[in-house]
C-alpha cells in the first residue's frame, strides 16, 4: 500500500512538471492570446490582398487593433486593395484596407532595372515573378514588382537558362522615378528579393 502511494505520488509530480512545461512553451498562448489576421510580407499601398501575402498570428486581447482581421474572417481581406504601407507581422485591419473599385485605376508601364543597379538577385528571376527591391543591406525597402521580362547581357529575353543582366517591372512612373531619385541620392544597389525566397 505504501509502494502504491509512493508510485501515485512520483506520478502526479511528473504530471505537475509536464503541465508547467507545457504551459510555460505554449499553453499559456493557447488560452490567453486569440488568432488574427497579419501580413506575411511587406505590402505595398495599391496592391490587391491575396493568400501569399497573409499569415496567421497570436496576440494579446489587448494588442488587437481596431477592425482588425480574426482567423475566422481572413477570407474577408482577399481582393482587397493595401489602402497604405503595410510591414511584415503588422495586423490587417479593415482601416487598412478598401474596395478595388473604390481605388483609382493607377496605369502601370514596364520600366528597366538596370545591370548596374543591382547587387544581388536570383538567377531564376523570369517574367511574372513577384520580387520586392531592398537596398544593399536590405534596411530600406522600396516596393514590390511584378517582372514583366528577363534579358541576359546581349539584350535577348530568358525563358529558360541564361544569365541574368537586367529586367523590366511593372510599376507606375512615380514609383519609377523613386527608386532613380534613390540611386542617383544614395549611389546604392539594389538587393532584389523573390517572394518565394522570404
Not at 74 to 82: H, P, W
Not at 128 to 147: C, H, K, M, T
Amino acid at each position: 500500500m505504501k509502494r502504491a502511494k509512493q508510485i501515485i505520488g512520483i506520478f502526479l509530480i511528473l504530471f505537475a512538471i509536464a503541465a508547467l512545461v507545457y504551459w510555460e512553451t505554449g499553453g499559456r498562448d493557447q488560452v490567453v492570446t486569440i488568432k488574427v489576421l497579419a501580413a506575411g510580407q511587406n505590402i505595398s499601398q495599391g496592391e490587391i490582398i491575396t493568400p501569399q501575402m497573409l499569415r496567421i498570428v497570436r496576440a494579446m486581447p489587448e494588442t488587437v487593433i481596431e477592425g482588425a482581421f480574426s482567423a475566422a474572417d481572413a477570407n474577408k481581406a482577399l481582393g482587397k486593395v493595401a489602402a497604405c504601407e503595410i510591414a511584415l507581422n503588422q495586423q490587417i485591419s479593415e482601416l487598412l484596407l478598401e474596395e478595388p473599385d473604390k481605388k483609382e485605376v493607377k496605369k502601370l508601364s514596364p520600366f528597366l532595372i538596370k545591370s548596374e543597379w543591382i547587387d544581388s538577385r536570383s538567377s531564376s528571376l523570369r517574367s511574372g515573378d513577384i520580387v520586392a527591391i531592398y537596398n544593399r543591406d536590405g534596411g530600406f525597402y522600396l516596393g514590390s514588382f511584378e517582372i514583366m521580362s528577363v534579358q541576359d547581357s546581349a539584350d535577348r529575353e530568358i525563358t529558360e537558362g541564361g544569365i541574368v543582366d537586367h529586367f523590366e517591372i511593372l510599376t507606375e512612373v512615380e514609383q519609377y522615378q523613386k527608386i532613380i531619385k534613390y540611386i542617383d541620392s544614395s549611389g546604392e544597389k539594389f538587393l532584389i528579393v523573390q517572394r518565394s525566397d522570404k
